[in-house]
C-alpha cells in the first residue's frame, strides 16, 4: 500500500516539472508552485507509510490473536497481560458427564406406546454404560444430586412401578430412587439403575393412559439422558390435551426429578412423544 501511494504521488506531481517548448519561466509563479508539488508529495509519502504501518500492525495482531486463541501462546499473553485459561481434567470429566448424560441412542420409549423397547438396547446406551462405571469406582446412589420439578411428568421405564409405591412426600420418593440398585426388583429393566421419578401429590394425578394414578404413587424410572429429559407434560395443560380428555387438569399435577452427578445441570429436555397422546 505504501509503495503504491508513493508511486501515486510520483505520478501525480513528484516528477521534475518541464516547460512547454517556446515558454519562459515566470519564477513568481514556479516557486509556489514546486512547493505545493512538494508538499503533496511529502502527505503522498506520509500517507503510504502510516498505511503499510497500520495494515503491518492488523496483520501482527491477528497472528498474535490467533495463536493465543489456538496454540494458546502464553508468552505471547504474558507480554500482553491476556488470560488463556486452560481446563483442568475436572472440567473436562464435567463436561463429558453432561454431554453423555444429555445424550439418548435407543429413541423415545413412547414412540409407540413403549412397544419397541429392547433392554439390550439401553442396557449398552451411554447413560446405563456411565451409572456401570461409576458403581465400578465406588460412586454410590446416595451421593448423587436430587433435582426436582413441580408440575412436570418425565418420561421413562419402569424400574419400580408407582402404583402401591406410596410415598408421602416427593423427597421420600426421590430418595427411594437413591436406594434403588439394579437387580433388586424383578422385570423387564431390572438391570437398569433408577435416575428419574415421578410423584403424584393429589388424590388423583391424570395420565392420559388406562390406569388410575392416586395420591404417593411413585414411578422409579430409568431414562437415557436424564441431564435433557423427555417431558409428558409441564406447567399448563395444552387445550388440546384437554380436548381430547375432558378429565385433564389445567396444570400438572405431577412432581418429577431426576438423579445427576455433582455439577452436572438439569437441562430443559424436549417433549416426548407421550405429550401429545
Known amino acids: 500500500i505504501g509503495s503504491a501511494a508513493a508511486s501515486v504521488g510520483i505520478v501525480a506531481g513528484c516528477a521534475p516539472h518541464h516547460m512547454a517548448p517556446g515558454k519562459q519561466s515566470d519564477d513568481s ?26 495494515t503491518y500492525i492488523l496483520q501482527v495482531a491477528h497472528v498474535h490473536s490467533s495463536l493465543a486463541v489456538h496454540h494458546k ?25 453432561q454431554r453423555v448424560l444429555s445424550s439418548r441412542v435407543c429413541g423415545s420409549p413412547a414412540i409407540d406406546g413403549y412397544s419397541h423397547v429392547k433392554p439390550e ?37 419402569a424400574v419400580v412401578w408407582g402404583i402401591k409405591n406410596t410415598k408421602q412426600t416427593v423427597e421420600e420418593c426421590a430418595e427411594h430412587c437413591k436406594r434403588h440398585m439394579p437387580g433388586q426388583v424383578q422385570g423387564p429393566y431390572q438391570d437398569l439403575p433408577c435416575n428419574a421419578f415421578a410423584f403424584c401429590p393429589e388424590e388423583v394425578c391424570f395420565e392420559p ?24 407434560m ?29 455439577g452436572v445441570k438439569l ?4 417433549w416426548s412423544p407421550r405429550a401429545s397422546w
Not at 500482553?80 to 473436562?92: I, M, P, Q, R, S
Not at 406447567?235 to 455433582?262: E, M
Open 29 to 54: 509563479q514556479a516557486t509556489p508552485l514546486m512547493l505545493k508539488l512538494a508538499v503533496v508529495c511529502l502527505l503522498a509519502l506520509a500517507l503510504g507509510w502510516s498505511s503499510y504501518n497500520y
Open 73 to 97: 501462546a502464553t508468552a505471547f499473553c504474558a507480554f500482553t497481560g491476556c488470560h488463556v485459561h486452560e481446563k483442568t481434567d475436572a472440567e473436562l470429566k464435567l463436561e463429558e458427564e
Open 121 to 157: 438396547c439401553l442396557l449398552g446406551s451411554p447413560t446405563n454404560l456411565w451409572w456401570k462405571g461409576y458403581y465400578q469406582a465406588g460412586g454410590k446412589q446416595s451421593n448423587l444430586i436430587v433435582h426436582i420439578e413441580p408440575a412436570s411428568d418425565y418420561d421413562g421405564l
Open 209 to 232: 393412559d388406562a390406569h388410575k394414578h392416586g395420591k404417593g404413587d411413585c414411578w422409579l424410572k430409568f431414562t437415557e439422558g436424564p441431564a435433557s429429559p423427555e417431558v409428558n
Open 234 to 262: 409441564r406447567g399448563d395443560i395444552p387445550a388440546s390435551t384437554r380436548a381430547k380428555h375432558p378429565t385433564a387438569p389445567l396444570r400438572a399435577q405431577w412432581i418429577s426429578g431426576v438423579l445427576l452427578p455433582d
Open 267 to 270: 437441562t430443559n429436555g424436549t
